[in-house]
C-alpha cells in the first residue's frame, strides 16, 4: 500500500480575499525554526512507521514557494533521513508572483519533480476580486519558467465561480491553459465557507455570487474544453494526460494512507485519523517538547470507513464496482440514480456530471 507525505508550509505573503486557509505572514526567522520543527516532527512520525518508505511527497500551503531552494532540499534531506528511499513524486505548490527561473532551475536539483501553479484565473477582473497579488502575465510566464526550466510535469491551477465572471471569460481563461499545454490542471469553484473578506462583501450585499445556472455552464464547458485538449478528467476537480494524474492525491481518494506535518495537517494511518494544532507557535512549542503536535485523533468505526471509502470512490470518474453497493447504500443509490445524480456504467457506479457539480450535497444523502 502507498504511502503519501504532506507537508504544510502555512506562510503567505498576503491574505487572499477569499481564503480561510489557515497561513500567516512570512517572517524568515519563524520559517527558520518552523523547517527545525518539521524535522522534528517527521522524525518522530518515522518511529511508528518502521522502516516504511514515503511514495510520494506534497508540499501545500500556503505558499510553499516562499520557501529557499536550500529550505526545499534540507527538508527532503531530513525526509529521506526519517523514512527509507526516494519518493518517486514530489510536488510543489507554487505561486506565479514569487518565481523566478534561477529558482525552478535550482529547485529542480531538489528533487521536486512536479510543479502545481496557482494561477487560478487569466482575466485580470477576477485576480482582483480574488485578491490574488500576480497579475495574468505572471500566471502565463511562470509555466514558461517551469518549461524552461526542465519540469515535464506541470499542473495549473484555476478557480472558476468568481463574481463578476463570465462564460466568455471562462472560456478564455481555459483556453488560454490548452494552449499552455500542461500536463494536469485542477479546476475548484469557489467556495465561501469559512470568513473572509469576499464572504463579508457577499453577505452584506456588495458583491453577487454566480447563478447556479451559470456555474452549471461553466463546469460542463471545462470537461468540454479541457477533455477535447485530451486532458482526460479523472476525478471531480482534476484533469490530466494519461499517466499525469497527481500519484498523491490519488493515494488520498484510493482510501490510502498518508502522513501530514505541520499546522492542522492530517494523517490517516491504519485506520486512525489524527490532527496536528492548527497554529504555528503553539505546533513548535509542541514538537519541540515532544516531537509530536498532535491535537486528537479518531478510531473510525467499520460503518463511517465504508461510508468515507465511498464517498472518495465516488470522487473519482472510475467510480466503484456496483457490486460493493448493498444494503443501506443500495437504497440511496437507486434515489440518486433515479434523480440523475449517479450513473451506472459497465458494472460501475459514478456520478453524473450534475452529481459532480453537486457532490458535496449528493455524498451525503448516501449516508
Ligand atoms: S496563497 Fe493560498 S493559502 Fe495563501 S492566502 Fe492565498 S489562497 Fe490562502
Known amino acids: 500500500m502507498s504511502l503519501g507525505l504532506y507537508i504544510h ?3 503567505c505573503r498576503t491574505k487572499c480575499l477569499y481564503c480561510d486557509f489557515y497561513s500567516v505572514r512570512f517572517d524568515p526567522d519563524v520559517n527558520r525554526d518552523y523547517i527545525r520543527g518539521l524535522g522534528l516532527e517527521l522524525k518522530s512520525r518515522a518511529v511508528g512507521l518502521k522502516g516504511r518508505p514515503v511514495d510520494t511527497v506534497f508540499f501545500g500551503g500556503g505558499t510553499p514557494s516562499l520557501l529557499s531552494v536550500k529550505d526545499v532540499a534540507h527538508i527532503l534531506e531530513q525526509v529521506t533521513r526519517a523514512f527509507p528511499g526516494w ?11 514569487t518565481l523566478s527561473l534561477e529558482y525552478l532551475r535550482d529547485l529542480s536539483g531538489t528533487g521536486v ?5 496557482g494561477v487560478q484565473s487569466l482575466d485580470s477582473g477576477s485576480l482582483r476580486v480574488l485578491g490574488r497579488t500576480h497579475t495574468v502575465e505572471d500566471g502565463v510566464q511562470a509555466f514558461h519558467m517551469a518549461r524552461r526550466a526542465g519540469y515535464r510535469n506541470v499542473s495549473v491551477d484555476l478557480i472558476f465561480g468568481v463574481p463578476g465572471q463570465s462564460l466568455s471569460s471562462w472560456r478564455e481563461t481555459l483556453q488560454g491553459v490548452v494552449r499552455l499545454e500542461p500536463e494536469h490542471v485542477s479546476v475548484y469553484e469557489l467556495t465561501l465557507d469559512g470568513p473572509s473578506p469576499l464572504k463579508a462583501a457577499v453577505e452584506t450585499g456588495k458583491v453577487r455570487l454566480l447563478s447556479e445556472g451559470l456555474l452549471e455552464d461553466m463546469y460542463r464547458l471545462t470537461r468540454d474544453i479541457l477533455e477535447h485538449a485530451g486532458l482526460r478528467q479523472y476525478e471531480i476537480s482534476n484533469f490530466g494526460r494519461p499517466g499525469a494524474e497527481c500519484l498523491h492525491n490519488m493515494n488520498c481518494w484510493q482510501y490510502g494512507e498518508y502522513i501530514g506535518v505541520g499546522p492542522a495537517a492530517h494523517s490517516f494511518i491504519g485506520g486512525r485519523r489524527s490532527w496536528n494544532l492548527p497554529d504555528v507557535t503553539a ?9 509530536s503536535a498532535e491535537a486528537g485523533h479518531e478510531i473510525l468505526s467499520q460503518r463511517d470507513a465504508e461510508f468515507e471509502r ?7 470518474r472510475s467510480g466503484m464496482a456496483r457490486d ?10 437507486d434515489e440518486l440514480r433515479n434523480a440523475g445524480f449517479l450513473e451506472e456504467v459497465e458494472g460501475r457506479v459514478r456520478l453524473t456530471v450534475r452529481g459532480m457539480l ?3 450535497e449528493v455524498l451525503l444523502r448516501l449516508r
Open 9 to 11: 508550509i502555512p506562510f
Open 358 to 360: 453537486l457532490s458535496n
Open 283 to 291: 505546533y513548535l512549542a509542541a514538537v519541540i517538547r515532544t516531537g
Open 87 to 97: 519518493p518517486g513524486e514530489i510536488t510543489l505548490e507554487c505561486n506565479p508572483g
Open 113 to 117: 519533480n512536479r510543479l502545481s501553479l
Open 324 to 333: 460493493r453497493i448493498s444494503g443501506n447504500l443500495s437504497k440511496s443509490f
Open 310 to 316: 465511498t464517498m472518495l470512490a465516488l470522487r473519482m
